[in-house]
């Protein structure tokens, strides 16, 4: 017998048929033998909802009504789910945060779990019933009710989950795994039966959907095994159809690479002829960050001369004006001889733990880009992820040649 946290997203108890069949794979899991604790978000678009209810009366709502009202959503769920499940003859029963309680701090609208009591639940589980949990929401010391940030329904899950102990956490959602790339760009890519935390925390930070950077980083703290899965059709999660996220890899011969991220948000200022002398990149960076502009990759050569240099930066589509103006505004200070900006560009990653201790990486992806004359304007990289960054129309030719490159593509992929 496994015990499961199964949580069910936004799509995924959308309208009542996605209801019904939520419902139906809770009691395909319970009919094999499974206990299961099902948390759920609120349907789609609600959220937004009620967050435009509560600005219609008030533009600046008071933190502690506006968590009570934008949490209700999941209320709503919850209470529908149960009665599905009760519908089939299950035994079921929801709970709200705080009848679990799930103890959060006081930081409304982005509160974070101090603990979780799970005691009184987990004895009616382990008399069969079957617990139907409101995500996003906890209660604080106070007794109010807090809301743990947008999207924080899987958060809640993973959170439980290590709390009970679960034997694994099953995302139901409507990316149905991880892909070796997206494959609407690249056709022979293929679902990941498995891939490690890290890994995933680089694919959701390019921008992978599915799960949250958060909730990956409790499955990582308390080795937690998630498994992302499509919530339509008949997928059940035991029967492991999605991306299992795990610290243990699953496949015997492990590749190098395991996926390629892209992004195309992404946008690169250089800043010719700046003097070469401590300080200055400082100057250029704080103007940025006082501003909060996020800048991604930064690159600067060592100058030949002693002289002077060049330093390029990235920030995303919607913050590149905003940036321009600040080096503008800075130009004296920064003391640069010219600025060129490009909006058409993207950037490729790849990404896989295989790379620690696999050399040759580096230059097998850029041999391959050369082949097809795609030039790197700026390359990055950490211990497990290569990134370049190319003209935005070689994107998708990129993406093609670099998966087969690497051996990724259909039967091959790990
Ligand atoms: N309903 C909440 C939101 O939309 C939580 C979630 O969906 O995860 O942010
Ligand atoms: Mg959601």
New binding site residues.
């Given amino acids: 017998v496994s015990l499961l946290v199964a949580k069910f997203?936004?799509a995924s108890v959308g309208d009542i048929e996605s209801i019904k069949n939520a419902a139906s794979k809770v009691a395909q899991e319970v009919r094999r033998g499974n206990k299961v604790v099902v948390v759920v978000?609120?349907s789609a678009g609600?959220?937004?909802k009620l967050i435009d209810y509560c600005k219609s009366v008030s533009p600046r709502p008071n933190p502690r009504e506006y968590d009570s009202i934008?949490s209700t959503?999941?209320q709503l769920s919850a209470g529908l789910v149960t009665l599905a499940l009760e519908q089939r003859g299950l035994n079921a029963r929801s709970w709200m945060g705080w009848q679990i309680p799930i103890l959060t701090d006081s930081d409304y609208n982005k509160a974070h779990i101090l603990d979780i009591k799970p005691e009184k639940l987990l004895s009616r589980v382990e008399e069969g019933e079957i617990a139907v949990v409101t995500?996003?929401q906890g209660i604080a010391k106070d007794g109010s009710i807090t809301?743990?940030?947008?999207?924080?329904?899987?958060t809640s899950a993973v959170a439980l989950a290590a709390a009970l102990k679960a034997d694994r956490c099953d995302i139901y959602t409507n990316a149905n795994g991880v892909y070796t790339a997206n494959p609407t760009l690249v056709s022979k890519a293929r679902r990941l039966k498995s891939i490690s935390y890290e890994e995933m925390l680089e694919f959701a930070s390019m921008g992978t959907k599915g799960i949250k950077p958060r909730s990956i980083e409790i499955a990582l703290r308390y080795g937690m095994s998630l498994q992302l899965l499509s919530a339509f059709g008949n997928d059940v999660g035991s029967d492991m159809p999605g991306t299992l996220i795990t610290d243990k890899d699953h496949t015997m011969e492990n590749k190098p690479v395991k996926g390629l991220a892209y992004s195309r948000d992404i946008t690169r200022i250089t800043l010719f002829n700046v003097k070469d002398q401590p300080g200055i990149a400082a100057k250029i960076f704080n103007g940025l960050a006082r501003a909060s502009v996020n800048v991604g990759m930064i690159i600067q050569p060592a100058s030949c001369s002693g002289k002077l240099t060049d330093i390029t930066f990235t920030v995303s589509k919607d913050e590149l004006a905003r940036a321009i103006e600040i080096m503008e505004e800075e130009k004296d200070k920064i003391g640069f001889v010219s600025l060129q900006s490009d909006k058409n560009v993207a950037k490729v990653s790849l990404i896989g733990s295989g790379m620690r201790t696999r050399s040759g990486v580096a230059f097998t992806m850029f041999q391959a880009l050369a082949e097809k004359d795609i030039n790197i304007q700026v390359i990055e990289t950490s211990e497990i992820n290569i990134t370049v960054l190319i003209a935005e129309e070689y994107l998708e030719l990129a993406l093609r040649i670099l998966h087969t490159t690497f051996g990724l593509d259909q039967e091959e992929a790990g």
């Fill in positions: 997203g936004g978000a609120a609600k959220t937004d934008i959503g999941e995500g996003f809301t743990l940030g947008r999207g924080g329904a899987d």
